[in-house]
Nanobody
Framework: VQLQASGGGLVQAGGFLRLSCAASGRTLNSNRMGWFRQAPGKEREFVAAIRWWSGSTLYADSVKGRFIISRDNIKNTVYLQMNSLKPEDTALYYC????????????????????WGQGTLVTVSS
């Protein structure tokens, strides 16, 4: 599975961006997709995840109510709509795909993801 993330950029606080993650290759083996981010000097953290077939979602508390994850099964693409952006959202955003089965409650654990994209940079100015 190959993942190509895009959509990052510079935006003012309160603004919005939409990230995309296009999956190719053996995408049928993937059952869930996730977005993670890594801010400068910090560890990578979970943002949001979605199941390809059921569409069930999971969000980090820090983005609940502001970010929306969605998927297009025809295009094999996952999106992250980011609204009401804050300077603390500044980070390199990665998309990831997982193959191995796991309960939905585990979708936030990055160690359970098998494939990673290259990251797209989001910078939010105050």
């Amino acid at each position: 599975v190959q993942l190509q993330a895009s959509g990052g950029g510079l935006v003012q606080a309160g603004g919005f961006l939409r990230l995309s993650c296009a999956a190719s290759g053996r995408t049928l083996n993937s059952n869930r997709m996730g977005w993670f981010r890594q801010a400068p000097g910090k560890e990578r953290e979970f943002v949001a995840a979605i199941r390809w077939w059921s569409g069930s979602t999971l969000y980090a508390d820090s983005v609940k109510g502001r970010f929306i994850i969605s998927r297009d099964n025809i295009k094999n693409t996952v999106y992250l709509q980011m609204n009401s952006l804050k300077p603390e959202d500044t980070a390199l955003y990665y998309c990831a795909a997982a193959i191995s089965p796991a309960p939905t409650s585990d979708d936030g654990y990055q160690d359970l993801y098998d494939y990673w994209g290259q990251g797209t940079l989001v910078t939010v100015s105050s």
